[in-house]
């Protein structure tokens, strides 16, 4: 338990590889701001939520965060909350394991300094702010997705270069706030890929932007706001579809 914030001033952590060797039963820490040099594998929780008293955290190196690395138990929940994460860099969050997965909760990612990638694997993943990289985001690999604001995933947020793909895989996704999904570039744009979007808790809105969108199930969304049409043309609801067109449905699902 590493807590930089006593005595009403905090101060900065800086970790290397941890639990390289060993793996730590958990690891939890706090303060003005930490910066992540490698990677971390535990057997239990990493707890990350309470570094946010300064600049958050930041990525001096790719980074990879292992709650079960043997991958034969219960994996541990991995929660950074309100910690913003920063940094030039890929992060691999991994709470996935043969046995039972962890969760994942993240806030507000690259907001000053894109990721290069993100990537997350394990249960229910839950969403609390924005993201920005300029790489791939990879949640395909999580059981559910949960939205707990308003938020955006841009993988090429100076629309500059190459945009990374958005990828959601067939995780379901849900919660009563909208979703934007920006995979647009100046040069060459990614490609996005969705579950079932808002069943058992419609999204408010819902926006996808980039080279090719690739539904793997029905979208919901609490009323008719749905633009796809920077998509290669795909549309909330196909032409002469009658039905609530605040859902959209992938062709010959009917």
């Known amino acids: ?22 793996p730590l039963a958990s690891l939890t820490a706090g303060g003005g701001s930490a910066t992540l040099n490698g990677n971390i594998s535990t057997t239990g929780t990493v707890n990350l939520s309470q570094v946010y008293y300064g600049s958050g955290i930041s990525l ?13 138990g219960t994996a541990g929940n991995i929660t950074f909350n309100l910690a913003p994460i920063n940094g030039n860099y890929s992060l691999t969050l991994d ?3 043969s046995g039972t997965p962890g969760s994942i909760a993240f806030s507000s990612i690259g907001t000053t300094t894109p990721l290069a990638s993100l990537t997350a694997k394990g249960g229910s993943l839950n969403l609390f702010n924005s993201i920005y990289t300029n790489g791939n985001v990879d949640f395909s690999a999580t059981s559910s997705i949960t939205l707990n604001s308003t938020l955006t ?5 100076a629309n500059t270069g190459t945009a990374g793909n958005i990828l959601f895989g067939t995780a379901p996704v849900n919660g009563a706030f909208a979703l934007t999904l920006d995979t647009t570039s100046a040069g060459t744009a990614g490609s996005i890929s ?25 979208f919901l969304t609490s009323n008719a706001n749905m633009d ?3 998509n290669n043309g795909v549309s909330p609801g196909p032409a002469g ?3 609530n067109k605040n859902t959209w449905r ?3 699902d009917n």
Do not use: Y
């Not at 969705?194 to 029905?218: C, E, M, Y």
């Open 1 to 22: 338990n590493l807590n930089a914030a006593s005595g009403g001033s905090a101060v900065s952590i800086s970790l290397g590889t941890v639990g390289g060797g060993t």
């Open 60 to 72: 001096g190196n790719a980074v990879t965060i292992d709650t079960d690395p043997s991958n034969t």
């Open 95 to 97: 709470a996935s394991s």
């Open 153 to 157: 995933i841009d993988t090429d947020s």
């Open 194 to 218: 969705l579950g079932t979007v808002g069943a058992s808790t419609p999204l408010t809105g819902l926006a996808a932007s980039g080279g090719g969108l690739a539904p793997h199930g029905n």
């Open 228 to 230: 796809f049409l920077g």
């Open 241 to 243: 579809d009658t039905r």
């Open 250 to 252: 992938p062709a010959g």
